[in-house]
């Protein structure tokens, strides 16, 4: 059974960082992309980074140059760096696998993101 577990949310002032994690087990974690989605209230969930197993990286253009993804294949884990944080990356974090093997997508739990200005 796939299971993402994030952490590393919590309250910041603007201009600050935080870095998410996101654990994966129950299934080759090197093989599958993985994506950090957000979703703040009232608002639809917007994809922010996205890498492929060889590690090519895309972001939202809101947080380009401002957020980092990473993965640690060794540890089953992705990373988002989150740097110079604005009052409107409030959000529910969430990571989520896209796997190859069945082609279902997996949630793990979301970790809450707020800034204050």
């Known amino acids: 059974q796939v299971q993402l577990v994030e952490s590393g949310g919590g309250s910041v002032q603007a201009g600050g960082s935080l870095r998410l994690s996101c654990v994966a087990s129950g299934t080759i974690f090197s093989i599958n992309a993985m994506d950090w989605v957000r979703q703040a209230p009232g608002k639809p969930r917007e994809l922010v980074a996205h890498?492929?197993?060889?590690?090519?990286?895309n972001y939202a253009d809101s947080v380009k140059g401002r957020f980092t993804i990473s993965r640690d294949n060794a540890k089953n884990t992705v990373y988002l760096q989150m740097n110079s944080l604005k009052p409107e990356d409030t959000a529910v974090y969430y990571c989520?696998?896209?796997?190859?093997?069945?082609?279902?997508?997996?949630w793990g739990q979301g970790t809450q993101v707020t800034v204050s200005s």
């Open positions: 890498i492929t197993s060889g590690g090519s990286t």
């Open positions: 989520m696998m896209n796997r190859i093997l069945d082609g279902n997508h997996y």
